[in-house]
């Protein structure tokens, strides 16, 4: 069963009181957390430790800590003014001490004073940048202060902080509060004063609580790492009210904000200013660099840094202050390294920090190397601190208390130590400062356990796997770094993946991510084509340029089309993506301009190229880039999609076969044009909203002999009407009329056409239908039902119709409409196509559910069922009674097809899903197909474990594509264009 793993989470015990741990190094001191440094004695009370030097005192029988400040009760605002001064003091020389949070690599790991070591962040605020001196310059109350892991939000509060504790900024504060989310686990407090009360180790909260409220208005808090909030946020939304009339500056992880929330600080719209925190700017990383390189280091990685296509590609990795410096040691290292994929890059730069760390100058040394003795000690403990994180990884856990694992991970390098100097009684925590070298750790562990078992899967962890595939998706890194990791047995994860490979496919840039890292050979490539996406460069990630532009895209670009996986491809110039010219691309789509008028156009192979007229600049440029078009000889058809009609107005329409014209002048144009030459056109789409060319449609026609397609959209106030003989109707045909009014022909004669798709319900058009014989009829209810009426009892269309598609309106409630489908002797394929959000229940009367599935059809298909999930529950729901407990409905094949469906809808959808499923196990269906145009939507449905892989088969395609599709869905991809994903569910058939 496919399924998210639950996976059980460990709990860190931690010991404050530990005795402080000093490892010696080679001659140098190395310490932890609670370490001893320059006879700063860690783990005691700083008050026990600093009394004398807190406040100047006066009086040597007097003791300023405000622990052991007097009893009397504060009764005049002389001793308020009093109090306050003391705790200002007392917070600024806390302040004073901030650090960096440091690593064992940098500095030998010593301390790092922020006032030494601080470079300024990279803040913005929509769109403009943000110097940290104003962040409180405008009345704003609420700052909220987003930015990813590893981007120094945490490290910002400790330098305003710092700064105000030095009187450097911020001095409008009378008080600085900072409260960590972290420490509100498990703490019973009524609200922030006495959760801070409780943090910062005050004996006399009653006291404090006086001093902080008559400072309301002129008092900051700080609420750290709002991401972090426990999962029972009852027991603690209320220290999360903070008094309006202070001062409030919440820091959390970029897309962790929701914008509806009944906590105020969880509701993004509760905020007056929210800025971005985005690392260190470009321009800043050489000022961090010199604080802990020598010069030729730095100036080789800035040059690694602007050339090198790989660190280009990951520039928001080096965003982290961190990561640069990682870099900065890997050159120090190697001098002039190499990174051919991220895999390679965290392997070099983790057993760099390691040899850093442990001071060994073992140029073999590899964790990542089985044969290597020196280093397996070492890859043995990283292995075994991972598998912790394999099983914190859903709770995003990035923050570990002090212990002998943390404390051993933090001495090899591989995490910051933090201490919490603002609390009177100081802790110590750990943390893996950015969220991709978590994710490279997990794959680490990972790898091992799979080797172990002999390069095979066990259940737990394919539903491991899974989980972080469909909950994270091409957001994560884990997958990549897996099947970098696992090197020429990556193989062996295709192979036994491929079940659950449409997890993959509909995930185009986890997709191409996992294929960067592989260093699979050609013969093994084959093996991967399963998990390709079926429309390709929809869009394109930043890291993955390199990728995009090697020969290894090309070939799977190739591999897909030749296995009929792609079928759609989006191109720019500007990406430089290489595709292959040896292999015929169905369909290429572009945005015509000058930029796509390149030599690579040129040889690429083309069934069909959609070129999208809509940012032409002047006529000039519309016509080189139309002749420049026309001219290549190896693209088969030409699609011209126009939205621009100012600059195309001249170009000639010659070599087009497919014209799709959205823009009413330019559909006047076109009309013009067709009335007076011959042309070439075999499908043409027109939507005018202009009523001066109406009059002329029908005089096209004659110049357009080779038309087999015509759509027409009125978007005009007029009534329009359409004489079907104009078009010469012709069993090939198909006739696409919307907010236009069919009428009788003159003549006697009967018409021949393959698809009719017309919205118009008057009796007019009802008339003129039955003088037309097709095999495919789209219209609504209404007119079915006004078809009827008529009563043409001897029309051919009875025999000839095999796929009817309703368009569902109020009309759908009368029974006769559903009753009258079993006049059609031939028909296959009954489509509903609902057309707005709507809670009738269309379906809800017995005798209208008893009719639909009494016919003797193939094909059963619902379009945007998001728009009546309660109708479409219940007949589905209805179709699995008929199917196990009557066995009375014969239909072979369902299909659903899901529009802007939110998750909400497809969390009441997953019932219908299950029904229908429950029928293809039971050997009732033979498919179940869930379609969406955007692929997003199908990890959500996956989320739904309602699967079950080892029963259910899933095949991802284009649908439209196959040849038992319904012409409807042809209709789309052929004439259309649009794409929409399929995933068809069948039954695992067993020798």
């Not at 099947?483 to 997890?503: S, Y």
């Not at 014969?890 to 659903?896: D, G, R, S, V």
Request: contains cysteine.
């Amino acid at each position: 069963m496919l399924s998210i793993m639950c996976v059980k989470r460990y709990d860190f015990h931690t010991n404050e009181e530990q005795s402080p741990l000093i490892v010696e190094q080679s001659g140098t001191r190395r310490y932890s957390g609670t370490q001893e440094d320059n006879g700063d004695m860690r783990g005691q009370n700083i008050v026990d430790q600093t009394s004398k030097y807190l406040v100047p005192s006066t009086n040597a029988s007097r003791d300023h800590s405000l622990q052991n400040s007097t009893e009397n009760q504060l009764n005049s605002d002389q001793q308020i003014e009093h109090k306050t001064q003391e705790l200002q003091k007392k917070l600024k020389y806390i302040y004073n001490k901030a650090v960096l949070p440091h690593v064992a690599w940098l500095k030998k790991g010593k301390e790092l004073p922020i006032k030494e070591y601080f470079v300024p962040f990279q803040l913005m605020s929509s769109g403009s940048n943000v110097v940290l001196q104003d962040l409180f310059s405008t009345d704003a109350k609420r700052i909220l202060l987003e930015g990813y892991q590893g981007y120094g939000k945490s490290t910002l509060c400790y330098k305003i902080l710092n700064d105000w504790a030095s009187d450097t900024l911020f001095d409008n504060f009378k008080l600085v509060f900072i409260l960590p989310i972290r420490n509100l686990n498990q703490m019973q407090a009524k609200d922030i004063i006495e959760a801070l009360a409780k943090i910062y180790s005050m004996d006399k909260q009653d006291e404090f609580r006086t001093v902080v409220e008559n400072n309301i208005e002129d008092t900051l808090f700080i609420i750290d790492g709002l991401d972090e909030l426990p999962e029972d946020l009852e027991s603690i939304k209320h220290i999360l009210s903070v008094d309006a009339k202070s001062i409030l500056l919440v820091t959390c992880r970029t897309g962790s904000m929701a914008s509806t929330n009944s906590i105020e600080l969880l509701n993004k719209k509760n905020y007056n200013k929210c800025i971005e925190i985005h690392g260190i700017a470009t321009e800043k990383r050489k000022e961090f660099l010199e604080k802990f390189f020598p010069t030729e280091v730095i100036d080789t990685v800035m040059t690694n840094l602007e050339n090198d296509p790989l660190l280009i590609s990951l520039n928001e990795l080096f965003k982290c202050p961190l990561f640069l410096g990682l870099l900065g040691i890997a050159v120090d290292e190697k001098k002039e390294p190499i990174f051919t994929t991220k895999t390679d890059l965290f392997k070099q730069i983790i057993n760099c920090a390691i040899k850093l760390s442990i001071d060994t100058d073992n140029e073999e040394f590899d964790i990542f190397d089985e044969k290597c003795m020196s280093a397996n000690g070492f890859s043995e403990f990283v292995r075994g601190f991972s598998k912790l994180l394999v099983t914190s990884l859903p709770d995003k856990k990035s923050v570990f208390a002090n212990d002998k694992f943390t404390h051993e991970m933090h001495r090899l390098g591989l995490m910051t130590c933090h201490n919490e100097i603002y609390t009177l009684r100081e802790k110590t925590y750990y943390e893996i400062f950015h969220a991709s070298l978590t994710e490279f750790l997990v794959a680490f562990r990972l790898v091992a356990e799979f080797r172990e078992n002999n390069y095979t899967f066990d259940k737990n962890f394919v539903e491991y796997i899974n989980a972080v595939v469909v909950e994270k998706g091409s957001s994560s890194l884990i997958l990549p770094f897996l099947i970098g990791l696992l090197d020429d047995k990556a193989d062996d994860f295709f192979v036994q993946m491929a079940p659950f490979a449409t997890i993959y496919s509909s995930q185009e840039i986890l997709a191409w991510s996992i294929m960067f890292e592989s260093t699979l050979k050609d013969e093994s490539i084959e093996k991967f084509k399963r998990f390709l996406p079926s429309e390709v460069h929809q869009s394109e990630d930043s890291s993955l340029k390199p990728f995009y532009e090697s020969s290894k895209h090309a070939e799977l670009i190739k591999l897909g089309i030749e296995s009929r996986r792609i079928e759609y491809i989006h191109y720019s110039p500007n990406s430089n993506v290489k595709l292959p010219s040896n292999v015929t691309i169905p369909v290429l789509e572009i945005d015509a301009n000058n930029e796509i008028c390149t030599e690579a156009l040129q040889n690429l192979n083309v069934r069909n190229l959609l070129s999208k007229f809509g940012a032409i600049k002047n006529k000039e440029e519309a016509n080189n880039v139309f002749n420049f078009l026309t001219s290549i000889p190896s693209i088969e058809r030409h699609t011209f999609k126009l939205t621009n009609v100012e600059n195309f107005s001249n170009c000639p329409l010659e070599n087009i076969q497919n014209l799709i014209c959205e823009d009413s002048m330019a559909a006047e144009k076109i009309i013009s044009t067709l009335q007076n030459e011959e042309k070439k056109i075999e499908k043409l789409q027109l939507v005018l909203s202009n009523s001066s060319s109406l009059g002329n449609i029908k005089n096209i026609f004659n110049h357009i002999s080779q038309l087999t397609f015509f759509h027409f959209e009125n978007k005009t106030k007029e009534n329009i009407e359409f004489d079907p003989q104009h078009f010469a109707p012709h069993e090939e045909k198909s006739l696409v009329l919307h907010n236009v009014k069919l009428t009788q022909p003159q003549s006697d004669q009967k018409w021949n056409l393959h698809y009719v798709d017309i919205d118009d319900s008057s009796p007019e058009t009802a008339t003129a239908l039955t003088s037309i014989t097709m095999k495919v009829l789209s219209c609504s209810t209404r007119l079915l039902y006004t078809l009827h009426k008529i009563e043409p009892r001897e029309w051919p269309g009875y025999e000839s119709i095999e796929e009817i598609v309703l368009k569902v309106d109020d009309s759908a409630l009368k029974p006769q409409v559903w009753h009258n489908l079993s006049s059609y002797k031939n028909l296959k394929t009954l489509a509903i196509y609902l057309q707005k959000r709507s809670n009738k229940q269309y379906w809800g009367i017995d005798e209208i559910q008893e009719s639909i599935l009494s016919l003797p059809i193939t094909n059963f298909i619902i379009w945007a069922v998001e728009f009546n999930v309660q109708s479409v529950g219940a007949f589905c729901s209805k179709i699995k009674e008929y199917m196990l407990e009557k066995n009375q409905c014969n239909y072979e094949n369902i299909t659903l097809f899901v529009g802007d469906a939110t998750e909400e809808d497809l969390a009441e959808l997953q019932s219908v899903f299950a029904d229908l499923l429950q029928c293809v196990k039971s050997d009732k269906l033979k498919s179940v197909s869930i379609c969406c145009a955007n692929v997003s939507i199908w990890p959500i449905v996956l989320r739904q474990q309602i699967i079950d892989t080892s029963v259910l088969a899933i095949e991802h395609d284009v649908c439209g594509s196959k040849d038992y599709d319904s012409y409807t869905s042809k209709v789309h991809l052929r004439e259309y264009l649009k794409i929409c994903n399929r995933f068809r569910i069948t039954k695992i058939v067993t020798m």
